[in-house]
């Protein structure tokens, strides 16, 4: 039935209602793009979940064969697949663990910016008024600030540490959120059945978190998949420049940081984490354009 | 005379109209500009009124889902404007409300019985088997399977999801419930069915209504009394049928003689009204409605009508009485 919609989402809850699995199966026929992002996103959470049993050796043991004779790196071979590191240390484990860290800043951070974002973004749509004003220029502000800037600074001042890492990217990428989360209570709180909840003296509360927060959800986990592709690089880019997680703890950022220095004579050191970084953040992308593809209605061929 | 069960005074909601970088008020939409009136225990009230006369903001204004600019209703001996946070809630047990857009007015997220048990778990009444009890029993009042506590509201029609909106509206055993254009967006076979069923809920239930239409022929089979709106103002508040027969406002007369009449050879006066209503932001001086008026006078243009009881019952503001 294609009855008149007061809300886009509306097809999806139609559309669940006939069956998770068959909708599953025809968005994937339909969005091809999801599949191959959600693949990649699965292999990478099997990677960093079970690194300890995947990586062939400990990635901060330095092996006496993991240099040559001159003291360069070893190039991949049979007992080194992806080659050695400066230190003689396998590059293959270290990727592995590596992932670890990207994915854990990753989510973490984009959690951090989703709870933070989606807050705000509810209060300031909800509520309007002068509350509205001042938590959108402080969006504003926060936008309009260099993000490595502020990053680096944080940074500085909290100390390197993975930890701090993720709380410095993830108390900046709120803006967009509470942008989009808020425009979207906008549309949906002028539906009746909103006013219907308060003329049956449901709370503030109730109205924020059981009607409106779901009817806004499809656009913010689009914003958190492509946010954590953005949060995975930010990391790299931080470690690259020397104040984001610190050695020996492996992360993509910081093998790409070290193999600068010898690009020359080995290659492999930047080629094996900076492919893998692509490939990630490629993954997300793709996963957070899809559905967002999913989500709105107006790119759906269907419904 | 018993204290009447709802009495609205002098209520006002003016929208600020806002302008430039600053959002500075450049002036308001007079949306409802001083309305008052009572409504008896067990009397069906019926508001008319063209489309943006205010007729649906007043109704909202009442309940508070439309916070009013000024004024003061009066519900059981409270005030409601004075009321906030949990015993306003509280007070939303007695006073429901049934909205225009049966599509727009349930959620698409909530099952039919999630719907119907919600206003009961928000005021913490009964146990669940009780709740999931009085939902199907309620479901059936209003004529329709019990069963449907199971579906979701996209597989109904308009019709059947007004009766569920009337349903919701009932749950709490409200002793006042506002119709706000309860079968507008209905066809018009429906329509008859459920004012069919308003009218026997009403006498099942004792219940008071408040019944905002445009549809005259509606309001006339349904209301006991009947007021008339005019841009945000009284025009004239009379018993139905006094108000079908003997109409005084000019306007109630330009309204009454557009409300077809089932017999082809009947002769009547059709009065036609020119123009526009005026934007309420910036409404004519002097009696509101001198701009469209077949009789106007030139006191119309300068002084506001006063509000009078001109017979036993029939109130209305305009100088001709």
């Known amino acids: 039935m294609s009855t008149v919609l007061p809300n886009g989402s509306l097809t999806q809850a139609a559309e669940r209602k006939r069956g998770i699995g068959r909708a599953l199966v025809k968005s994937i026929r339909e969005y091809p793009m999801v599949y191959l992002g959600s ?3 699965f ?53 592995i663990y590596g992932s670890r860290v990207s994915l854990e800043v990753g989510i973490f951070a984009t959690f951090i910016s989703l709870v933070i974002g989606t807050t705000l ?5 909800y509520f309007g ?16 600030f260099p993000f490595l800037l502020l990053t680096m600074a944080l940074v500085a001042v909290l100390q390197p540490s993975v930890t701090n890492v993720f709380i410095a990217i993830g108390v900046q990428g709120w803006g ?11 549309a949906v709180k002028s539906f009746e059945y909103v006013q219907a909840e308060r003329a049956i003296g449901a709370s503030t509360a109730r109205i924020l978190f059981r009607v409106i927060l779901p009817n806004v959800l499809g656009p913010v986990i689009v914003l958190a998949a492509l946010s954590v592709g953005f949060n995975i690089l930010a ?3 931080l470690s690259v420049l020397g104040i984001g997680v610190q050695p020996p703890t492996p992360s993509w950022g910081n093998m790409v940081s070290e193999g600068l220095l010898t690009y020359r004579f080995a290659p492999w050191m930047m080629w094996a984490p900076g492919t893998a970084l692509l490939i990630a953040v490629l993954g997300f992308n793709l996963l957070g354009d899809g559905l967002r593809d999913i989500f709105d209605p107006r790119t759906t061929t269907h419904g | 005379m018993a204290e009447p069960l709802l009495r609205v005074k002098d209520l006002k909601k003016y929208f600020p109209i806002r302008r430039g970088v600053l959002q500075r008020t450049v002036g308001y939409v007079r949306a409802v500009d001083g309305v008052s009136f009572e409504v008896e225990r067990g009397e069906t009230l019926g508001v008319v009124g063209e489309s943006g006369c205010g007729k649906s903001t007043m109704a909202r204004s009442i309940l508070r889902l439309i916070e009013p600019t000024a004024g003061e209703v009066w519900f059981e001996g409270e005030n409601l404007l004075r009321l906030s946070g949990s015993s306003l809630r509280h007070m939303r047990r007695q006073m429901q409300i049934v909205f225009q857009d049966p599509y727009a007015s349930l959620n698409p997220r909530y099952s039919i019985g999630y719907t119907l048990e919600e206003p009961m778990i928000v005021h913490r009444l009964h146990t669940p088997a009780e709740r999931k009890r009085r939902v199907r029993w309620l479901l059936e009042r209003v004529g329709l399977d019990p069963d449907y506590a199971k579906r979701y509201p996209h597989e109904f029609s308009g019709g059947q999801r007004q009766r569920i909106g009337i349903a919701r509206a009932l749950v709490l055993q409200p002793k006042l419930i506002l119709l706000d254009e309860p079968v507008a967006a209905l066809d018009v076979s429906v329509q008859s069915q459920v004012l069919n069923l308003l009218e026997d809920l009403q006498d099942e239930f004792d219940l008071t209504y408040i019944f905002v239409a445009h549809d005259l022929s509606v309001v006339r089979h349904i209301s006991d009394r009947i007021l008339v709106l005019y841009l945000g103002r009284m025009a004239e508040l009379a018993d139905a049928e006094v108000l079908f027969v003997d109409p005084l406002h000019p306007y109630t007369r330009a309204l009454l003689s557009a409300v077809p009449v089932p017999d082809p ?16 932001a910036n409404p004519p001086h002097g009696c509101p409605f001198h701009t469209r008026c077949p009789v106007a006078m030139d006191v119309c243009r300068s002084e506001v009508p006063a509000w009078r009881e001109v017979k036993p019952r029939h109130y209305v503001a305009c100088h001709l009485y």
């Open chain 1, 176 to 186: 967009t959120m509470a942008r989009v989360v808020r425009g979207q209570v906008l």
């Open chain 1, 43 to 95: 292999v990478l959470i099997v990677v960093a979940v079970f690194a300890p049993w995947l990586a062939p050796y400990d990635p901060t043991k330095q092996f006496a064969n993991g240099l040559t004779p001159d003291g360069m790196p070893v190039a991949p071979n049979h007992q080194f697949l992806l080659g050695t590191d400066d230190v003689g240390r396998d590059e293959l484990s270290r990727l």
């Open chain 2, 265 to 280: 050879d009947a002769k009547r006066e059709r009065i036609i009204l020119r123009g526009d209503v005026p934007s309420p």
């Open chain 1, 235 to 237: 990391e790299a880019g």
């Open chain 1, 39 to 41: 693949f990649i996103v």
């Open chain 1, 121 to 125: 973004g509810l209060i300031s749509g």
């Open chain 1, 129 to 144: 008024g002068v509350i509205d004003s001042v938590i959108m220029r402080l969006t504003d502000v926060v936008l309009a």
